[in-house]
């Protein structure tokens, strides 16, 4: 396999090293690149120091651009696979072999998640954001006819041309949305179990005021993708 690894940071100094050490235990043997998103700290340096290649946005613009430079990144290199992973060490490094395996299976995957849902994985959300994750799930089916157990999760293997389609169309957070529209063009998504752990650094990037937003941003970015999927032909593979 052809790929990269794109790991979107904002001061993420405390976290970032040990990812980047755990993805090297990986073993995956990819090349890895840090989307420096206008930290204020030393994530810049703490990449550099563990052989990352580093992209720096001069502010902070944000999940969306910092996943987008990175897929830039991987289309102008002629990457055919790109895997997202999160800097603060929630996501465990291993799980990229298990989404690598699945992106290979003879039915060829556009889209592989990292799934907290798709079994017993004893993860525990609050109570109000693990209803919003079932909500977006359950549309997921009724828009696309699939069941997708978890559209939030950042630990993704993307296809050549499912990265483009998140550059060329991402807009929201490239979750639930995104994946409507794929699957609506004829991408294929599937889904791995994984663990995650608790944040040990920093704080998430959805406050009291991003939560309440998002489910209404994300409905306008599924009804806006969707009706754009449904007037155009599927992306040519």
């Given at each position: 396999?052809?790929?990269?690894?794109?790991?979107?940071?904002?001061?993420?100094?405390?976290?970032?090293?040990?990812?980047?050490?755990?993805?090297?235990?990986?073993?995956?043997?990819?090349?890895?690149?840090?989307?420096?998103?206008?930290?204020?700290?030393?994530?810049?340096?703490?990449?550099?120091?563990?052989?990352?290649?580093?992209?720096?946005?001069?502010?902070?613009?944000?999940?969306?651009?910092?996943?987008?430079?990175?897929?830039?990144f991987a289309l102008a290199r002629?990457?055919?696979?790109?895997?997202?992973?999160?800097?603060?060490?929630?996501?465990?490094?291993?799980?990229?072999?298990?989404?690598?395996?699945?992106?290979?299976?003879?039915?060829?995957?556009?889209?592989?998640?990292?799934?907290?849902?798709?079994?017993?994985?004893?993860?525990?959300?609050?109570?109000?954001?693990?209803?919003?994750?079932?909500?977006?799930?359950?549309?997921?089916?009724?828009?696309?006819?699939?069941?997708?157990?978890?559209?939030?999760?950042?630990?993704?293997?993307?296809?050549?041309?499912?990265?483009?389609?998140?550059?060329?169309?991402?807009?929201?957070?490239?979750?639930?949305?995104?994946?409507?529209?794929?699957?609506?063009?004829?991408?294929?998504?599937?889904?791995?179990?994984?663990?995650?752990?608790?944040?040990?650094?920093?704080?998430?990037?959805?406050?009291?005021?991003?939560?309440?937003?998002?489910?209404?941003?994300?409905?306008?970015?599924?009804?806006?993708?969707?009706?754009?999927?449904?007037?155009?032909?599927?992306?040519?593979?």
């Open positions: 396999m052809n790929g990269v690894i794109v790991i979107p940071a904002h001061n993420e100094e405390p976290s970032l090293g040990a990812v980047l050490d755990q993805v090297a235990a990986a073993a995956l043997g990819f090349p890895v690149v840090v989307v420096d998103d206008g930290s204020r700290d030393r994530t810049r340096q703490v990449a550099a120091e563990r052989g990352a290649i580093v992209v720096s946005h001069p502010v902070n613009l944000g999940y969306l651009r910092a996943i987008q430079t990175g897929m830039l002629g990457f055919e696979h790109c895997f997202t992973l999160d800097a603060d060490g929630q996501h465990d490094p291993a799980a990229l072999v298990a989404l690598r395996d699945r992106a290979l299976a003879p039915d060829r995957p556009d889209i592989v998640v990292g799934s907290r849902f798709v079994a017993d994985t004893d993860y525990q959300a609050p109570l109000a954001r693990r209803a919003g994750m079932t909500l977006f799930s359950l549309l997921t089916r009724w828009v696309t006819g699939q069941r997708v157990y978890d559209t939030t999760s950042g630990l993704r293997c993307w296809s050549r041309a499912a990265v483009r389609l998140a550059v060329t169309e991402g807009i929201g957070d490239l979750h639930s949305e995104m994946i409507m529209s794929a699957m609506l063009r004829g991408l294929k998504v599937a889904e791995v179990p994984i663990r995650v752990r608790p944040r040990a650094h920093g704080v998430s990037m959805y406050d009291a005021i991003a939560a309440l937003v998002y489910p209404f941003k994300t409905l306008l970015a599924t009804l806006i993708l969707t009706q754009r999927a449904r007037r155009r032909p599927a992306e040519e593979r």
